[in-house]
C-alpha cells in the first residue's frame, strides 16, 4: 500500500486535512523565510551603515593626524634654535616656557612635550608617571622598526596620542616629541556615529589593547580583531577601519541585545500573523466539513431513497407483472412473455407448449362456498400450478377470473402430457370438496393443450386460440379431462379416479 495516496482517492476530510497541512506548512515556510529575509536586511543594512561609517571616520581621523604632523614637523624646524638651546641645557625653565607658548599658538590641544635623543632617551627628565614611560617605551621600539606610527596611551583615565619630528642641533640628531588630547577625535567620533551605533577608536599596540569612545572613556577590548568590549554594554564589531600608519582601527560596535531584540520582535510578528493564518484555516476547514458532513448526510438520505424508490420500482414492477390474488403473472405481462418466447422458438425452430385450463363449475363453487371460500380455491391450484410448472422458462399466469395459461418453451407432447398428469394427480389429492359440481365431488380442471413448432405464418394469437378451442371440447366433452388440439380428439383425465 503506499505511503501516500492519490489525491482523487482520497476522501473530502482526508483532503480538507492534507490541504490545510500543506497550507500550515507552506505558510509557515514562507513566513519562515521572509522574517528571516528581513531580519537579514536588517542586519546588512546596519553593517554597510557601519562600513560606510568606519571608512570616513579613519579617513578624517587619518588627516587630522598627518595634519598635526606637519603643524609639528613645521614648529620642529622654526623653532630648531630654542629646542637647540634646551637640548644642550634641559633644565632651563625660561627656554622651555618659551616653547610651551609657541606650541600652543600652534596646537593649543598639545599635553606635552619633550626632546629624544636619536636612541630615544628623554633629554628633558620629566617622567612623572608609567604613561610616560609607555610612550618612551614605543618611540623606542618604533625607532629600533624604523617606523613612525603614531601611538596612542592612557593618561589619567584621559587619551593622548604622541607625534614625533626630527631636528638637527650641531651635527647631532634629535627627536621633538609632542604629546596631543584627543578631544577632537572624540568630537568627530560623536558626530558621526549613527543611532544604537557606538565608534570607538581602538589602539591595538602590544600593551594597549584600550579604545576610547566618542565620550572619551576607556574601554577594555578584547577578541583579537573582533573587538568585543565585556565593561558596559555586550558591544561587538559590525565594521572596522585601520587608520594609515598606526595601530589604531575605527571600529563600530552595537550591542548585541540590540539584534537579538528585533529578532524577537520579528519572530512575534510571524507568530502573530502564522496565529491568525492558523485561525482562518481552520475555521474554513471547519465549514468544509461541516458542508461535507452535510453533503455526506444528503447523499446518504438520497441513496437511502433511491434504495425505497429502487425497492418500490421493483415492488410497483412486481405488481404490474403479477396478479394480486394469486402472485402469478397477470395476463398483460404473460402476452409480453409469450411473444418472446414466440419470437425465441422462431428463431431455435424449437417446439412451444400452451396449456389452458379452467375450474370446472366455478360459478356454482362460489355460489355455494362464498367468494372468499372461491378466492381461496383459487389461490391453491395456483400454488399447486407453480409447483408443477416449475422447469426454466415456464410461464404461468392467471388468465382470467378461473381461467390459467402455461407455456413452456422447448417441449414436446411426451413432456406436456407428463407434466399435466402430474398436475392432475396433485390436484385430487388436495381433495377441495365441490359438491356443487354436477362433475366430480372435488375441484377438477379442464384444460386445452397445443404443441407447435411456430413460424411466421402464424402468430402467437391464433397459437392460444387453439388451446382455447381444445378447452372448450374438453369442456364440451364432460370437463375433468384435457383435450391436445392436434390429435382432434378427446383423451380423458383417469376421470374416475
Not at 495516496?5 to 482520497?10: A, R, W
Request: charged content about 25%; some cysteine; glycine content about 4%.
Amino acid at each position: 500500500m503506499p505511503l501516500i495516496e492519490p489525491v482523487s482517492n482520497l476522501s473530502i476530510k482526508r483532503s480538507v486535512n492534507l490541504y490545510t497541512l500543506i497550507l500550515f506548512i507552506s505558510f509557515g515556510a514562507l513566513l519562515y523565510w521572509l522574517a528571516t529575509d528581513r531580519y537579514q536586511f536588517f542586519v546588512d543594512s546596519h553593517e554597510n551603515t557601519a562600513n560606510s561609517t568606519t571608512k570616513i571616520v579613519a579617513f578624517q581621523i587619518n588627516k587630522i593626524l598627518k595634519e598635526q604632523k606637519r603643524v609639528v614637523g613645521i614648529f620642529a624646524e622654526d623653532t630648531r634654535t630654542l629646542l637647540s638651546r634646551l637640548s644642550d641645557n634641559p633644565n632651563n625653565v625660561t627656554i622651555k616656557n618659551r616653547l610651551i607658548e609657541r606650541l600652543r599658538k600652534y596646537q593649543p590641544d598639545f599635553v606635552r612635550f619633550n626632546i629624544l635623543s636619536k636612541s630615544g632617551t628623554p633629554i628633558i627628565e620629566n617622567l612623572n608617571s608609567d604613561n610616560d614611560k609607555i610612550c618612551l617605551e614605543d618611540v623606542k621600539k618604533n625607532i629600533q622598526n624604523k617606523i613612525h606610527n603614531i601611538s596612542l596611551h592612557p593618561d589619567d583615565g584621559d587619551y593622548h596620542y604622541d607625534i614625533t619630528s626630527t631636528f638637527s642641533t650641531n651635527g647631532t640628531k634629535r627627536l621633538f616629541f609632542v604629546s596631543f588630547n584627543v578631544d577632537e577625535i572624540t568630537d568627530l567620533l560623536n558626530s558621526t556615529q549613527s543611532e544604537k551605533h557606538s565608534l570607538i577608536l581602538v589602539n591595538t599596540g602590544p600593551n594597549n589593547s584600550v579604545g576610547i569612545d566618542s565620550q572619551g572613556n576607556v574601554k577594555k577590548v578584547s577578541g583579537s580583531m573582533n573587538f568585543q568590549i565585556h565593561n558596559g554594554a555586550d558591544l561587538n564589531a559590525l565594521a572596522k577601519m585601520q587608520i594609515k600608519d598606526t595601530n589604531w582601527y575605527v571600529v563600530d560596535m552595537i550591542d548585541v541585545e540590540f539584534f537579538n531584540g528585533y529578532r524577537e520582535k520579528i519572530m512575534t510578528e510571524f507568530f502573530i500573523a502564522f496565529y491568525i493564518f492558523a485561525m482562518i484555516a481552520l475555521f474554513m476547514r471547519h465549514i468544509l466539513l461541516k458542508q461535507d458532513a452535510k453533503r455526506s448526510l444528503s447523499e446518504e438520505q438520497l441513496k437511502q431513497n433511491h434504495e425505497q424508490i429502487k425497492i418500490l420500482n421493483n415492488s410497483l414492477d412486481q405488481l404490474s407483472k403479477k396478479d394480486s390474488l394469486t402472485n402469478l403473472y397477470n395476463r398483460r405481462y404473460f402476452d409480453e412473455m409469450a411473444q418472446h418466447e414466440w419470437n425465441r422458438s422462431i428463431r431455435t425452430q424449437n417446439p412451444l407448449t400452451c396449456i389452458l385450463l379452467d375450474i370446472d363449475h366455478f360459478k356454482k363453487y362460489n355460489d355455494h362456498y362464498g367468494h372468499q371460500a372461491g378466492d381461496k380455491c383459487i389461490k391453491d391450484i395456483s400454488d399447486l400450478l407453480r409447483q408443477s410448472f416449475k422447469r426454466s422458462g415456464d410461464i404461468v399466469a392467471r388468465y382470467g377470473g378461473e381461467e390459467f395459461i402455461i407455456i413452456m418453451p422447448d417441449s414436446s407432447e411426451e413432456e406436456a402430457k407428463v407434466a399435466i398428469i402430474k398436475f392432475q394427480i396433485a390436484l385430487k389429492k388436495l381433495c377441495i370438496p365441490h359438491k356443487a359440481s354436477d362433475t366430480d365431488q372435488h375441484v377438477t380442471i379442464s384444460a386445452g393443450i397445443i404443441v407447435q413448432v411456430p413460424s411466421t405464418n402464424s402468430t402467437i394469437e391464433s397459437f392460444v386460440k387453439k388451446a382455447d378451442k381444445a378447452l372448450y371440447l374438453a369442456k364440451k366433452a364432460g370437463r375433468n379431462q384435457w383435450i391436445m388440439h392436434k390429435e382432434e380428439k378427446i383423451s380423458h383425465w383417469a376421470r374416475r379416479m
